[in-house]
């Protein structure tokens, strides 16, 4: 078990340019969520996926921002025509439920900076 | 819509001294709480997840007890450390029956300073 990864763990930008983050969960872990957090807040629920499928995505995510999750694996972020206020962090967690309930557990996120 | 309210928003408190940061929520209608300590810059560390029918969970010198009644938790830290300083996180998970019983609701944290 080596944990959530994510890649890029930084990223700087220039407004109007694409980007794309990376998520790789534990092993078996069937369950993949983004949340966003930026300065002196709690992290946001952005999207869920059970296995290869997005069964949510929240209000916060406007059609400029993409998640995959191909073969229920690994999940990619994307992020279409930066703006300024899309500067945060980007958190990944996976779970898997089982007899014992759910715990998510987290990645060490991703800072983009937009400028 | 579920409000998770974390007091205080910062806290500094000197080395040895046993500590509690409180957590409260609208919606009694949850089905786990955790707390989470998050170092700056980092992600965020599962410390302690409570299930709505438990009262308390302790692990090493971290309890946390819940109301769910009153919409309540609180994180007791014993005989704090300077490696404590971090910021400390609660969410809560719904509990309801139609599908949406998975996103974690977070408030903004209590910032913890041990001092040596």
């Known amino acids: 078990d080596t944990g959530?990864?994510?890649?890029?763990?930084?990223?700087?930008?220039?407004?109007?340019?694409?980007?794309?983050?990376?998520?790789?969960?534990?092993?078996?872990?069937?369950?993949?969520?983004?949340?966003?957090?930026?300065?002196?807040?709690?992290?946001?629920?952005?999207?869920?996926?059970?296995?290869?499928?997005?069964?949510?995505?929240?209000?916060?995510?406007?059609?400029?921002?993409?998640?995959?999750?191909?073969?229920?694996?690994?999940?990619?972020?994307?992020?279409?025509?930066?703006?300024?206020?899309?500067?945060?962090?980007?958190?990944?967690a996976s779970s898997y439920v089982g007899v014992g309930g759910e715990t998510q557990y987290f990645g060490p996120g991703t800072r983009l900076l937009v400028l | 819509k579920q409000e998770v309210t974390q007091i205080p928003a910062a806290l500094s408190v000197p080395e040895g001294e046993n500590l509690v940061l409180n957590c409260s929520f609208t919606d009694s209608a949850i089905y786990n709480l955790q707390w989470f300590r998050q170092d700056p810059g980092k992600g965020l560390t599962s410390l302690l997840l409570i299930q709505s029918s438990q009262r308390e969970q302790t692990s090493g010198r971290l309890n946390a007890s819940l109301d769910k009644s009153s919409g309540r938790s609180t994180l007791y830290i014993a005989a704090s450390q300077p490696g404590d300083s971090a910021t400390y996180l609660c969410a809560v998970r719904p509990f309801n029956s139609g599908g949406s019983n998975y996103k974690l609701t977070f408030g903004k944290g209590t910032l913890l300073t041990v001092n040596p």
């Not at chain 1, 959530?4 to 340019?17: A, E, F, L, M």
């Not at chain 1, 790789?24 to 946001?44: A, C, K, V």
């Open chain 1, 4 to 92: 959530v990864s994510q890649d890029p763990r930084h990223k700087i930008t220039k407004r109007g340019q694409n980007v794309t983050f990376r998520c790789d969960p534990i092993s078996e872990h069937n369950r993949l969520y983004w949340y966003r957090q930026t300065l002196g807040q709690g992290p946001e629920f952005l999207t869920y996926f059970q296995n290869e499928a997005q069964l949510e995505k929240s209000r916060l995510l406007s059609d400029r921002f993409s998640a995959e999750r191909p073969k229920g694996s690994f999940s990619t972020l994307e992020i279409q025509r930066t703006e300024q206020g899309d500067s945060a962090m980007y958190l990944c």
